[in-house]
């Protein structure tokens, strides 16, 4: 039963065996987000102020890399920042997580700094974030203490829980990997592990991941979250009630990923006890 695998997931946080990786479909949990909450959302803001051909207007990374290539990497830059920058408030499950005392690790995969909101006030965590070779050449990843200052790899690695960004964040810094060549440089070392902190390694090692917001539609989404969670445990879950795709059903089957076919809405409800789901009244009865 769903009911049980909530629960469970539940106890394998509490214990510290579960990491949640975060997707920007987490932001629908929100209503209306005042941030992107897909990548068609985010293309479509950063189309709309540059002009981009129409074959790739709909293709992030490529929209991203057209824009850096003849309006420069700072225009892209500004253009992300300005996406994301908002007073937006964490929902419901970014609390419930970030207040998880045995949580070691959280990965969070979109831009939005909504569990850094979170986690303030909180004792103990840091941040890594991933960073474009473009702007900081010679570095995959920035540290970063709780108050924004620069961290350490030791910091790091004491933290807990720690917070990994993988593909950067509006905050504190505005570190983002967008464009194709951010990501063609990634990819070119991500299979040696080389720009996934040594931290994030050693905390993942027999733990299972429950993804929450996210699709493997992309080969970068699956890419990504495979070399995450490389080396860890060899049970994980994804909240996915939507339609598959065959390459997303493939990509399940093969790391053993337990699909949760529950509305994301409905899953956090049931794992935090918070019901953010709008009210919507029963229909009168036709007489």
């Known amino acids: 039963m769903v009911t049980n695998v909530v629960e469970t997931i539940r106890e394998g946080l509490n214990r510290g065996t579960v990491i949640p990786y975060l997707g920007p479909g987490v932001l629908k949990l929100a209503g209306t987000s005042a941030v992107p909450e897909a990548p068609e959302i985010l293309v479509d803001r950063l189309t709309a102020k540059a002009s981009v051909p129409h074959k790739i207007r709909k293709n992030l990374t490529a929209a991203a890399q057209f824009i850096e290539n003849f309006k420069h990497r700072k225009t892209v830059a500004a253009a992300m920042t300005e996406a994301f920058r908002s007073p937006m408030p964490p929902t419901a499950l970014h609390h419930y997580l970030a207040s998880v005392p045995a949580l070691k690790l959280i990965v969070h995969a979109w831009y939005d700094d909504l569990p850094q909101k979170a986690l303030a006030g909180s004792a103990g965590w840091s941040m890594v974030q991933g960073v474009s ?3 900081h050449h010679g570095s995959w990843y920035h540290f970063f203490n709780a108050d924004g200052t620069p961290g350490t790899a030791d910091t790091a690695a004491a933290s807990a829980p720690l917070l990994y960004q993988p593909i950067g964040s509006i905050a504190p810094t505005s570190n983002f990997l967008v464009s194709d060549s951010d990501f063609v440089e990634v990819l070119t070392e991500i299979d040696i592990q080389t720009p996934i902190p040594e931290a994030v390694q050693d905390i993942r090692k027999g733990r299972s991941f429950v993804f929450l917001g996210c699709r ?5 989404e ?3 979250a495979w070399e995450i969670m490389k080396r860890s445990s060899d049970k994980h879950w994804a909240v996915l009630p939507e339609t598959l795709t065959r390459n997303e059903e493939r990509f399940l089957e093969i790391y053993n990923v337990e699909r949760i076919v529950m509305p994301l809405a ?3 409800a ?3 006890g918070i019901d953010e789901r709008p009210y919507e009244p029963a ?5």
Request: hydrophobic share 50%; aromatic share 14%; no cysteine.
């Open 216 to 220: 493997f539609n992309t080969q970068l």
């Open 222 to 224: 699956r890419i990504f």
């Open 133 to 135: 070779q473009a702007e």
């Open 283 to 287: 229909l009168a009865k036709a007489s």
């Open 266 to 268: 409905e899953f956090a």
């Open 270 to 272: 049931q794992l935090t």
